[in-house]
């Protein structure tokens, strides 16, 4: 099994049964952990299924950029300029994040990520 840790957070990792239908059921805690709904998108990278949950279109940080805003003390038409700025660099931010994951070193086992210094 070839595992890629993603810097600075914490892996889980279960084995699951696949049915004769191809057919996985996943984790509870997984599922609740990443607030699975109803879909997911499944992609397939080298040997890996990644499976993702997949969000309502409306959830864009908007909340969280801002509040950051805010706290870094934009008001008035300087805070709606961040905004949109900011809200215009989510999508070359999350390719950035694909990216890095993709290209993260191999592990062969568990025990060589481990021991890796």
Do not use: C
């Not at 840790?5 to 239908?21: C, D, H, I, R």
């Not at 003390?73 to 694909?98: C, M, N």
């Amino acid at each position: 099994m070839s595992l890629k840790p993603v810097s600075g957070e914490a892996q889980q990792l279960k084995k699951v049964s696949v049915s004769l239908n191809h057919q996985i059921t996943i984790p509870e805690t997984f599922v609740d952990a990443l607030g699975i709904g109803n879909e997911v998108t499944v992609e397939l990278l080298n040997d890996r299924l990644i499976i993702r949950p997949v969000k309502e279109e409306s959830e864009d940080f908007s909340k969280e950029k801002l509040s950051d805003l805010v706290d870094e003390g934009y008001e008035g038409e300087e805070l709606k300029k961040a905004f949109s700025k900011r809200r215009g660099q989510i999508p070359d931010v999350i390719d950035k994040l694909i990216e890095e994951v993709r290209t993260a070193k191999s592990y062969e086992s568990f025990e060589e990520m481990l021991n890796d210094n």
